[in-house]
Antibody, heavy 112, light 110 residues
Framework: EVQLVESGGGLVQPGGSLRLSCSAS????????MHWVRQAPGKGLEYVSA????????YYADSVKGRFTISRDNSKNTLYLQMSSLRAEDTAVYYC?????WGQGTLVTVSS | NFMLTQPHSVSESPGKTVTISCTRS????????VQWYQQRPGSAPTTVIY?????PSGVPDRFSGSIDSSSNSASLTISGLKTEDEADYYC?????????FGGGTKLTVL
């Protein structure tokens, strides 16, 4: 069974940093591109970032470019999202996504 | 870049059929596969349709997907509506290697 389990969310002050992790199991992690998608409270789904299967190519939404960094460790079957210079508008549930499968999400709250 | 536009909300009675549209703003709807996700309150999205019209295992055949090049749109049709189908539905396609989402449609079954 394909499983994606996010962790690392929490409360952080504006301007702060946080690193999200997504632990993958049940499939050959190194064969798939992976994505981060977020959902602000009461809002729709917003693409955040993507990374190719070998980590050689990365993509970012304009809203996070220069502040967020996506990476992966294929030896650990883990996807990461390093978030810095966080703003109130980054408050959201962050989902790890592989093709048709979504994790349960981790909540990031940016507030003083 | 393109956008996907969905109606904000639709409503229908149990047992009836409802169709949710997803219109692509530029470029052909047939250029990239369309997926549909169901999201119930407090839960993560789940896939109900992938690659325009394919159902994952476990999704009932009451759910079907299609694309229409003449209107440059994709559609999700749910027949024999049940109260458990009440949820938000999102369409999604690809722009190069990134994901493009529609704004979501709230389905009310009343």
């Amino acid at each position: 069974e394909v499983q994606l389990v996010e962790s690392g969310g929490g409360l952080v002050q504006p301007g702060g940093s946080l690193r999200l992790s997504c632990s993958a199991s049940g499939f050959t992690f190194s064969s798939y591109a992976m994505h981060w998608v977020r959902q602000a409270p009461g809002k729709g789904l917003e693409y955040v970032s993507a990374i190719s299967s070998n980590g050689g190519s990365t993509y970012y939404a304009d809203s996070v470019k220069g502040r967020f960094t996506i990476s992966r460790d294929n030896s650990k079957n883990t996807l990461y999202l390093q978030m810095s210079s966080l703003r109130a508008e980054d408050t959201a549930v962050y989902y790890c996504v592989k093709a048709l499968t979504w994790g349960q999400g981790t909540l990031v709250t940016v507030s003083s | 870049n393109f956008m996907l536009t969905q109606p904000h909300s639709v409503s229908e009675s149990p047992g009836k059929t409802v169709t949710i549209s997803c219109t692509r703003s530029s470029g052909s709807i047939a250029s990239n596969y369309v997926q549909w996700y169901q999201q119930r309150p407090g839960s993560a999205p789940t896939t109900v349709i992938y690659e325009d019209n394919q159902r994952p295992s476990g999704v009932p055949d009451r759910f079907s997907g299609s694309i229409d090049s003449s209107s440059n749109s994709a559609s999700l049709t749910i027949s024999g509506l049940k109260t458990e189908d009440e949820a938000d539905y999102y369409c999604q396609s690809y722009d190069s290697s990134t994901l493009v989402f529609g704004g979501g449609t709230k389905l009310t079954v009343l």
